[in-house]
Structures are given as C-alpha cells and as structure tokens.
Nanobody
Framework: QVYVAESGGGLVQAGGSLRLSCAASGDTTCISAMNWYRQAPGKERELVTFITDLGSTYYAESVKGRFTISRDSGVNTVYLQMDSLKPEDTAVYYC????????????????????WGQGTQVTVST
C-alpha cells in the first residue's frame, strides 16, 4: 500500500508562484509514476503533469512553460513548482501514485494501481 499526502496549496495573486509537495510513504517500490491532477469547480478532474520512475515527464498544454515537476527520490517526494499562475489554475490539486506493474516489495499483485491523496486547494485571485 502506498500513501500520498499533498501540501503547499494556498491563495496567491495572478502572476505569482506556489510550490506543491507530494510525499509518498508505505511501499514506495510500487510506484511507477507520480501524477498531479486538478479539479476545478464544476469541471472534470484533469491530468496536469507526471513524472515516471525513469524521470520522464509530461505536461498538459495549459501549464507547459509555467509548471515544473521534480522529485527528490531520497525522501520520496515530488514537487510541483507553479509559476505565472492564472485564475484558471484555481482548483483542488491531487497527487496520484500509480503502480503500472503491481509489483512491490511483497511481490506481484501487491500494489494498488492508483493511490490518491486528499488534495490541496490552490486559489489564484485576479
């Protein structure tokens, strides 16, 4: 079982910056990739960015050039640096640890595919 916990949300003015953190614990050998999703009021949850265990990254077009995902493997933490924030970035941001293989320290089929955090609110004011 993998547990993830987000932190770092808050209120910021447009053009400002925030850094979100996602700390993973439990059987972190399960993790293939760490994703950041967001969900704005009245909208579906959308994928913002991810980083794989090999360091490959992906960014949604809406955040490319403004957001940066990084990780500190030593403390099992992924960071989301958000710069040049816009009001449309306002959402609850969720961290998701994905296990693509299901293989963990206890062997095959020992990992849940998706492990979600509780979310952290990001509000960008005009």
């Amino acid at each position: 079982q993998v547990y993830v916990a987000e932190s770092g949300g808050g209120l910021v003015q447009a053009g400002g910056s925030l850094r979100l953190s996602c700390a993973a614990s439990g059987d972190t050998t399960c993790i293939s990739a760490m994703n950041w999703y967001r969900q704005a009021p009245g909208k579906e949850r959308e994928l913002v960015t991810f980083i794989t265990d090999l360091g490959s990254t992906y960014y949604a077009e809406s955040v490319k050039g403004r957001f940066t995902i990084s990780r500190d493997s030593g403390v099992n933490t992924v960071y989301l640096q958000m710069d040049s924030l816009k009001p449309e970035d306002t959402a609850v941001y969720y961290c998701n640890a994905v296990s693509l293989t299901g293989v963990g320290s206890r062997g095959p089929d020992s990992c849940e595919r998706d492990n979600w955090g509780q979310g952290t609110q990001v509000t960008v004011s005009t």
